[in-house]
């Protein structure tokens, strides 16, 4: 059965700082690219950011540039999204998600439609 599991989430205050994971079941992280998306009450779901199998990166949202980092651990089948100096505009439901056995090293989606496998998503609140 292919998983992936988030965790991490929690109360923080603005400035504060939190480690996201998404630990992977059923398949070889290596084999396949994650992304990160949010849902913010009354809003849109919203790629933040992704991670394709060579490990480069892309951001989506511009205000999460250089706060938000993603990366990932093939040996832990794990994924995480390391989130700093946190703002109340942040506080969403955040779920990795991921595209198994594609061939594109390259693979870098932003649109939820594009993933096969979804997290039950980890709340993330930002106190003022």
């Known amino acids: 059965q292919l998983q992936l599991v988030e965790s991490g989430g929690g109360l923080v205050q603005a400035g504060g700082s939190l480690r996201l994971s998404c630990k992977v079941s059923g398949f070889a992280l290596e084999i396949a690219p994650i992304a990160w998306f949010r849902q913010a009450p009354g809003k849109e779901r919203e790629g933040v950011s992704c991670?394709?199998?060579?490990?480069?990166?892309?951001n989506f949202v511009d205000s999460v540039k250089g706060r938000f980092t993603i990366s990932r651990d093939n040996a832990k089948n794990t994924a995480y999204l390391d989130m700093k100096n946190l703002l109340p505009e942040d506080t969403a439901v955040y779920s990795c998600a991921s595209k198994v056995y594609d061939t594109n090293s390259t693979y870098c989606g932003r649109r939820g439609i594009e993933y096969d496998y979804w997290g039950q998503g980890t709340q993330v609140t930002v106190s003022s």
């Open positions: 991670i394709n199998r060579r490990g480069e990166a892309k």
